[in-house]
C-alpha cells in the first residue's frame, strides 16, 4: 500500500479549499446578480405598455371562448357581442371585466397617461345603461345563467365597481351608475349561493373559492355591506381556519395560475386578527411548502394558452405574498423571505407578458398591474 506523503496531503487539502472557495464565488456571483436585478416598477411607460393590450382586445370578438351553455338552437349561433354587449371581447368575459378594470385604475392613479384620451373614450363606449342591462340580463335570461362566471367573473366585477366607487371623478360616477344593474345582478347571485356552497373549490384555475371570498370581502368592506361581509367572514373560517400543514409542496399544476396555498392565506389574513392570522399562518405552511411555492415557474412554450397561465402564476404569487408579509411582525422568519421571493417573480413574469400570444395578451396586463401596485 503506498502511503500519502506530507506533501501530498497538502496538495488535496489545497485543491480542496480552492474547489471550496471557486464553489462559494459562483455563489455570491448568483446572489449578487439576483440582487442586484432591478425590480421591476409601474412607471408611466410601463402603465401605457399595458394599457395597450385591454384596448386591442375589449373591442376584438376573435378568438373567443363564450363558455355559453345553449338551450335551443336559436342561442347556441348567438355571436358573443349578441349575449355580452359590453364584455365580449378579450377571448373570455372575465378577462373583458378585469381588462376595464384596469384601465379604471390607472387612469386613476396615472392622471398623466399618453393615452388618457383613448382609455376614457372607450370606457365611455363600455359604460353604457342599457348595454349593462343587458348584460345582467343574461343571468336570469337562460338557464343555469346564474352560475356563469361564478365566483371569479364577479370578483372582478366586484373589483371593478369598488374601483370606481372610490374615485371621486365626474366620469367615474356616471360609468359607476352605469355598472349598477350588473353590479346588483352579481350581488344577488353571490349572496343566494353562498349559503349553499357546502365545501371550497381548492383550484388554480378560475373556481378558486378562496380568491372570490377575497375580493368580494374587499368590495362588502369598501361599500359597508355589513351582511355580505358576515356572511364571508363565516364561510372563510369554516372551510380554512382549521387548515393544517397544507400541501404546497405539491403545487403547482400545470396550467396553474393561482397558488391554492397563497390564496388562502391571503384571504384569512382579511378575516383575522393579526395576532390570530400569524399564529394561523405558523401551522398552515410547512417549509418544504414554503419553499415550493417559492420556486419560478418553468414554462416550455409560452404561446401555448394553457401554459401561459404559469406567467399569471408568478404575479399571483407575488401578490399573495406581498400582503401576506405586511402582516408579519419584524423578524418573522417568512416576512422577509416572501417580499424577495415576490419580487424576483415579478423580475421573472414581467417581461414575459411583452413576449407571447393572444393567450397571454387577453388577461396578463391586469395581473401585472394589479402585483406590481402591491
Sequence with gaps: MQLTTPAKV?????????????????LLCIHLTVTAQTI?????????????????????????????TANSAVDAQLLPIQLHPVFYGCF??????????????????????????EIIKQLNTSFNLEKMKAEAKYFTKYKVADSYERTYGWAWLLKLDQELYTWNNPDAKRWYAALQPLTRQILKLWKAYLPKETYPTR????????FGLAFALDWSRTLKDKVFETQIIEKA?????????????????????FS????????????????????????FFEER????????????????????????????????????????????????????????????ALPLVFNGNYGGDHWLATFAVYSLEK
Design 92 to 117: 373570455d368575459w372575465h378577462s373583458s371585466v378585469h381588462g376595464h378594470w384596469m384601465l379604471v385604475r390607472l387612469l386613476k392613479t396615472m392622471p398623466g397617461l399618453k393615452n388618457r384620451t
Design 260 to 283: 391554492p396555498s397563497l390564496e388562502v392565506a391571503d384571504l384569512m389574513r382579511r378575516v383575522l386578527p393579526n395576532t390570530a392570522f400569524v399564529s394561523w399562518l405558523d401551522k
Design 203 to 210: 383550484s388554480g384555475l378560475h373556481p378558486n373559492t378562496a
Design 40 to 68: 421591476p416598477a409601474l412607471t408611466p411607460d410601463v402603465a401605457v405598455k399595458l394599457s395597450k393590450y385591454p384596448l386591442g382586445c375589449i373591442v376584438r370578438q376573435f378568438p373567443n371562448k363564450t363558455s355559453h
Design 289 to 348: 411548502s414554503i419553499k415550493r411555492i417559492s420556486e419560478m415557474p418553468v414554462i416550455i412554450d409560452i404561446n401555448d394558452y394553457y401554459q401561459a397561465h404559469l406567467i399569471g402564476l408568478s404575479f399571483t404569487r407575488a401578490w399573495c405574498m406581498k400582503g401576506i408579509a405586511k402582516e408579519l411582525p419584524t423578524g418573522h422568519k417568512w416576512k422577509k423571505w416572501f417580499e424577495a421571493t415576490a419580487d424576483k417573480f415579478l423580475s421573472n
Design 10 to 26: 497538502r496538495e488535496i487539502t489545497l485543491f480542496l479549499t480552492m474547489r471550496k472557495i471557486k464553489s462559494l464565488f459562483t
Design 237 to 257: 373560517r369554516s372551510f380554512y381556519l382549521h387548515d393544517t400543514a397544507i400541501p404546497g409542496y405539491l403545487e403547482p399544476d400545470g396550467t396553474d395560475f
